[in-house]
Each structure stands twice: as C-alpha cells, then as structure tokens.
C-alpha cells in the first residue's frame, strides 16, 4: 500500500505564495513521475503540472506555467509545488499524484495510480 499526503494549503491573498508539499510513504515502489491536480467546485479534476523521477523533465498548464514551479526531493520522497503570483482563479483542492509507468506526458488522472486526500487552496481578492 502507498500513501500520499498532501499539506501546506491555506488562505492567502491575490498575489501570495504558497509552497504545497506531497508526502509518499509505505510500500516502495520504483521511479514514478508525481503529478498535480486541482479541482474548484463543479468542476472537473484539472490537471497542473508534473515531474519525471529524475526531475529532468518538467510540463505544465497554461494556465499556470510562469507562476507555479513543480520540483522533488527523492531522498525525503517528497515532492513540492511552489505556487507564486496567485490568483482568485487559483482556488481548489489540489491533489498529488503518482505515475508508475514515469511518463511525461501524462495530463489524464487515469494515468495516476496513487493519490493524495487533498489539500484546500483559498485565494481571496
């Protein structure tokens, strides 16, 4: 069994920064590229960015691409997202995900086979 937890949501004003950090523990499994996700309510499960194992490769949403930064630490098997700049539009629960297979381009939460429970993001005006 994996775990993911995710921590470090808040409330913070148009403009701020928060650091998100993805904890991964119990059964060891091999390289996994980690994903992030969000979701505001009504509606679908959006896709943020993701990381490679290596943390070579690094692909992100437009809509986010300039403000967040996605990054890891394999020794702490923990990985982060660094959100700046942030905007009203920016709240949701945001999830972190774990791709066994590593790929890269992997924008589908089918592609994920592990998940966290969820961290909130509020962004007031």
């Known amino acids: 069994q994996v775990q993911l937890v995710e921590s470090g949501g808040g409330l913070v004003q148009a403009g701020g920064s928060l650091r998100l950090s993805c904890a991964a523990s119990?059964?060891?499994?091999?390289?996994?590229?980690m994903g992030w996700f969000r979701q505001a309510p009504g509606r679908e499960r959006e896709f943020v960015g993701t990381?490679?194992?290596?943390?070579?490769?690094?692909f992100y949403a437009d809509s986010v691409k300039g403000r967040f930064t996605i990054s890891r630490d394999n020794a702490k098997n923990t990985g982060y997202l660094q959100m700046n700049s942030l905007k009203p539009e920016d709240t949701a629960i945001y999830y972190c995900?774990?791709?066994?297979?590593?790929?890269?381009?992997?924008?589908?939460?089918?592609?994920?086979?592990?998940w966290g429970q969820g961290t909130q993001v509020t962004v007031s005006s």
């Open positions: 990381v490679t194992w290596s943390g070579s490769s690094t």
């Open positions: 995900a774990a791709d066994p297979r590593n790929r890269v381009n992997n924008y589908s939460p089918r592609q994920y086979a592990y």
């Open positions: 119990g059964r060891t499994f091999g390289a996994y590229a």
